[in-house]
Nanobody
């Protein structure tokens, strides 16, 4: 059973936008209190980090998405978002939400600390 639920994936043309959402299903987990992140994996490729955000709202982006993607955490709604703009075909992948029980991403290590994962939402960008 997934401990996180992702939604918002779909198929768009290059230059389009999507917003992904991640909601914890485990009671007691509060978005914004812990280091969380978005990861993606394309067929035949290793999973890669897209963006992370922690308790102090310290954000880290992969260079490939910097300036185009925005990660945010809403602890009132208990949802983490990934706003994706100016999408490119190379962004095509399965996108996963992941969560830790560590407060700060600077104290977190992948994959050890990312113990909660969603089942993924597919993003397909056509040229």
């Amino acid at each position: 059973q997934a401990q996180l639920e992702e939604s918002g994936g779909g198929s768009v043309q290059a230059g389009g936008s999507l917003r992904l959402s991640c909601h914890p299903t485990r009671p007691g987990y509060t978005v914004g209190h812990y280091c969380m992140g978005w990861f993606r994996q394309a067929p035949g490729k290793e999973r890669e980090e897209v963006a992370t955000i922690d308790r102090n709202e310290i954000i880290n982006y992969s260079e490939s998405v910097k300036g185009r993607f925005t990660i945010s955490a809403d602890n009132g709604k208990n949802v983490m978002y990934l706003q994706m703009n100016s999408l490119k075909p190379e962004d095509t992948a399965m996108y996963y939400c992941a969560a830790t029980w560590v407060s700060f991403c600077s104290d977190s290590t992948y994959p050890r600390d990312y113990r909660s994962w969603g089942q993924g939402t597919q993003v397909t960008v056509s040229s």
